[in-house]
């Protein structure tokens, strides 16, 4: 058999719709380099002898059997229907086209998706936005839950995810306001800094027999939970000003030092220089009602700036009530304590 010539091979490619890329001919065995003129960017390479053979080009094949295996229209159609979607269009073309339809849900939207995202379960991109924004809410309720188990409070009112950090208090510090994110608080890396400071702190305890603390600091972290009722329902900011610059304190209507008179005059306990000079006993029943009388005491969160000015202008004595709390508001609302206000911070 006589050898073919260029022209002959050149020929050939033509015939098939080919561009040759090659400018010579060696045998019949060695691979060519060509472009099909329906996929031009695409080069490839093949022999003379598989050509001859009807090998032809991979992505002239893959469409034809892609137009070989196409689903039937209303084969398509009711996958669509399976999810409550009405189909638009009136015909069909293959996996990847397009197809409009309208969602049950959505109905004055009209949406496009493919076959192939559909037989995959993606349909309506606002039900799966939905689908989405339940799905934080689930998690933002999961999260508050934990906090709670660890006797904390999210402040935050959304979620967005474990390495964000949020805003909480401690049940037995809340007049701080503490930050934290999600994988600390899970890793155990990070929650009440307080918490910390107080377990490897002997002056909180009042068996400590070293201590020097007074009765009134003793008294004062018996107020948890009062102080958290006040913050709650003040919003946790000030009552004075209506912000909330992470220094509140809780200010007592009726003087702390009035309150814890009165206790100790009730039980016919004096007030003692050093926790060490009262036995468990004693500050057992002490906090117990001090506790108690807390139950008709009025609470007002205040900065501790405007706290310390309020002490300043009104003193501690037993005559200072809630009317001058009141009083104190109006001043700071007019402006009349401004220049107090400005001193104090200079």
């Known amino acids: ?85 009405e189909v638009i269009d009136e015909e069909y073309f293959g996996a990847h086209q397009p197809i409009k339809f309208r969602c049950p849900v959505h109905k004055d939207k009209i949406l496009k998706t493919t076959y192939i995202k559909i037989s995959k379960g993606r349909g309506c991109k606002y039900c799966s936005r939905e689908k989405f924004a339940n799905n934080r809410k689930n998690n933002y309720k999961y999260v508050e839950n934990y906090f709670i188990k660890l006797n904390y409070k999210l402040l935050d009112n959304f979620y967005t995810n474990n390495h964000t950090k949020m805003n909480f208090i401690c049940f037995k510090h809340p007049l701080e306001i503490q930050q934290t994110t999600f994988n600390s608080l899970t890793s155990g890396k990070l929650g009440c800094k307080l918490c910390s400071r107080d377990r490897i702190s002997g002056s909180n305890n009042h068996g400590w027999k070293g201590g020097v603390t007074e009765l009134s600091e003793f008294l004062r972290k018996k107020l948890y939970n009062w102080k958290l009722a006040v913050l709650e329902l003040n919003n946790f900011v000030c009552f004075i000003s209506g912000v909330n610059d992470g220094t509140l304190e809780i200010h007592h209507a009726t003087p702390f030092n009035v309150i814890r008179d009165r206790v100790l005059k009730q039980l016919n306990i004096p007030l003692k220089e050093k926790i060490s000079d009262y036995n468990d006993e004693e500050l057992l029943i002490i906090s117990t009602e001090f506790v108690k009388a807390h139950e008709n005491i009025q609470g007002v969160p205040m900065t501790k700036k405007l706290h310390e000015l309020f002490h300043k202008k009104y003193g501690h004595d037993e005559d200072v009530g809630f009317e001058d709390v009141l009083t104190f508001k109006m001043e700071y609302l007019n402006g009349s304590l401004s220049d107090e206000i400005t001193k104090k911070a200079g």
Request: aromatic share 12%.
């Open 1 to 85: 058999m006589l050898k073919l010539t260029y022209e002959e091979v050149l020929n050939e490619f033509n015939k098939c719709d080919y561009i040759l890329l090659e400018d010579k001919y060696i045998n019949t065995t060695t691979k060519m380099k060509y472009v099909c003129k329906k996929h031009p960017s695409k080069k490839m390479q093949i022999s003379m002898k598989h050509l001859r053979r009807g090998v032809r080009c991979k992505y002239c094949s893959i469409e034809k059997r892609a137009r070989n295996q196409t689903l039937s229209f209303s084969f398509v159609k009711e996958q669509f229907e399976k999810y409550g979607y």
